[in-house]
C-alpha cells in the first residue's frame, strides 16, 4: 500500500471552500491516485461513491473512511464477478457511459419537467 494511504484524512482548516452536499464518484479508490482523489474530496466534505476490482483493500478503506465519519460508499467488483453480472443482464453487455448519462441529461432538461419522484432504470434489463 501507498505511503499516500495511511493520511489521517483531517479537513484543512484553512479550506475557503467546502464540497458540502456534493457527491463524487471516484473509479479505482482502492489504492493509488484513485485512492488520494477520494481522501481529498471526503476532506473537502464531499460524499464519494468510489469502485475497484480489489475488494480486500477497498474494504480496508471503507472501514477507515467510516471511522473517521466521512460518507463514503464502495463496490467491489473483480473480473469473475463482472462476467457473472453480465449474465444476469437481458442486454448481456454493461451500459456504456453515454447511455447512462444520456437519461441524466434528459432528466435535466425543461423536456422532463412535468416527472416527479420516479426512479428511471438504465440498466438493460437488470432489474426486470
Ligand atoms: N502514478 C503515476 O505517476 C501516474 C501518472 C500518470 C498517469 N497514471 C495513470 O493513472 C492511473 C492510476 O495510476 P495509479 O498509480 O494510481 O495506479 P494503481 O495501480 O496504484 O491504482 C489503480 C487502482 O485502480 C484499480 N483498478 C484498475 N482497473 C480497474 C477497473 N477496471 N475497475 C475497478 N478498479 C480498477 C486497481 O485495483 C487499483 O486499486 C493509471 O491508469 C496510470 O497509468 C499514473
Same mark, same amino acid.
Given at each position: 500500500?501507498?505511503? *499516500?494511504? #495511511?493520511?489521517?484524512? #483531517?479537513?484543512?482548516?484553512?479550506? #475557503?471552500?467546502?464540497?458540502?452536499?456534493?457527491?463524487?464518484?471516484?473509479? =479505482? *479508490?482502492?489504492?493509488?491516485?484513485?485512492?488520494?482523489?477520494?481522501?481529498?474530496?471526503?476532506?473537502? *466534505?464531499?460524499?464519494?461513491?468510489?469502485?475497484?476490482?480489489?475488494?480486500?483493500?477497498?474494504?480496508?478503506?471503507?472501514?477507515?473512511?467510516?471511522?473517521? =465519519?466521512?460518507?463514503?460508499?464502495?463496490?467491489?467488483?473483480?473480473?469473475?464477478?463482472?462476467?457473472?453480472?453480465?449474465?444476469?443482464?437481458?442486454?448481456?453487455?454493461?451500459?456504456?457511459?453515454?447511455?447512462?448519462?444520456?437519461?441524466?441529461?434528459?432528466?435535466?432538461?425543461?423536456?422532463?419537467?412535468?416527472?416527479? =419522484?420516479?426512479?428511471?432504470?438504465?440498466?438493460?434489463?437488470?432489474?426486470?
Amino acid at each position: 500500500m501507498a505511503e *499516500g494511504n #495511511k493520511s489521517t484524512l #483531517k479537513g484543512d482548516q484553512n479550506n #475557503k471552500w467546502t464540497l458540502n452536499g456534493m457527491t463524487a464518484l471516484v473509479t =479505482g *479508490g482502492a489504492r493509488g491516485i484513485g485512492h488520494a482523489i477520494v481522501e481529498e474530496l471526503l476532506k473537502l *466534505g464531499a460524499s464519494v461513491h468510489t469502485c475497484d476490482r480489489d475488494e480486500t483493500e477497498l474494504d480496508e478503506s471503507l472501514r477507515r473512511w467510516k471511522a473517521h =465519519g466521512h460518507s463514503v460508499t464502495t463496490t467491489a467488483l473483480d473480473d469473475e464477478h463482472r462476467a457473472r453480472i453480465i449474465d444476469e443482464i437481458p442486454l448481456r453487455r454493461i451500459g456504456k457511459p453515454e447511455e447512462i448519462s444520456s437519461a441524466v441529461a434528459f432528466l435535466c432538461m425543461p423536456a422532463a419537467s412535468y416527472i416527479t =419522484g420516479q426512479t428511471l432504470f438504465v440498466d438493460g434489463g437488470f432489474t426486470l
